[in-house]
């Protein structure tokens, strides 16, 4: 009786190691695959973003000086 409880607990625990074993690779594998995703979709984002960046042509600010305002220059 003893025996036979030994190798059934074997035996589960076996079957139990190997089904996490399988189900850690699947788990790692949906991983690397959405990594890959999500860099790409940064990577396109980035490249966008920088496009659109070059594109735009920086603003010029306009400064409206008053007459007395201006230091006057001694002679």
Do not use: C
């Amino acid at each position: 009786m003893g025996l036979t409880n030994f190798i059934l607990t074997v035996a589960g625990v076996g079957a139990v190691v190997m089904l996490l074993k399988s189900d850690v690779k699947q788990s790692v594998t949906v991983l690397r695959r959405n990594v890959k995703h999500i860099r790409h979709w940064l990577e396109e984002e980035t490249s966008a973003a920088s496009k659109a960046a070059q594109s735009i042509k920086p603003k010029e600010i306009e400064t409206k000086v008053q007459g007395k305002d201006i230091p006057k220059e001694k002679n």
